[in-house]
């Protein structure tokens, strides 16, 4: 299974941005579907990004579309998600999700520890 770890988590003021990252192991990370999840306290944990394995593909919640970008570097065996205009409802743990199949739907099996975002208004 794909160890994942995110950093790049911490506290903005609303309106900022931050740029979260998730390093995965493996020698295949190329052939991965990446995501990012977030789970604010008290409500279910929810999709904000997926990207194919090429990076060719980007989907989005409509949340955080126009606002969060997702990518990737495959010589890094890295995932990124730039956020930017952030809202205190942007305030959350943020996930970092494989998919090792990588074909659709995606169906993340493997998880990371999380980050906290938190946006103060």
């Known amino acids: 299974q794909v160890q994942l770890v995110e950093s790049g988590g911490g506290l903005v003021q609303a309106g900022g941005s931050l740029r979260l990252s998730c390093a995965a192991s493996?020698?295949?990370?190329?052939?991965?579907?990446m995501g990012w999840f977030r789970q604010a306290p008290g409500k279910e944990r929810e999709f904000v990004a997926a990207?194919?394995?090429?990076?060719?593909?980007?989907y989005y919640a409509g949340s955080v579309k126009g606002r969060f970008t997702i990518s990737r570097d495959n010589a890094k065996n890295t995932v990124y998600l730039q956020m930017n205009s952030l809202k205190p409802e942007d305030t959350a743990v943020y996930y970092c999700?494989?998919?090792?199949?990588?074909?659709?739907?995606?169906?993340?099996?493997?998880w990371g520890q999380g980050t906290q975002v938190t946006v103060s208004s």
């Open positions: 999700a494989a998919d090792q199949v990588a074909t659709m739907p995606y169906n993340f099996g493997s």
């Open positions: 493996g020698r295949t990370f190329s052939s991965y579907a």
């Open positions: 990207i194919s394995w090429s990076g060719g593909s980007t």
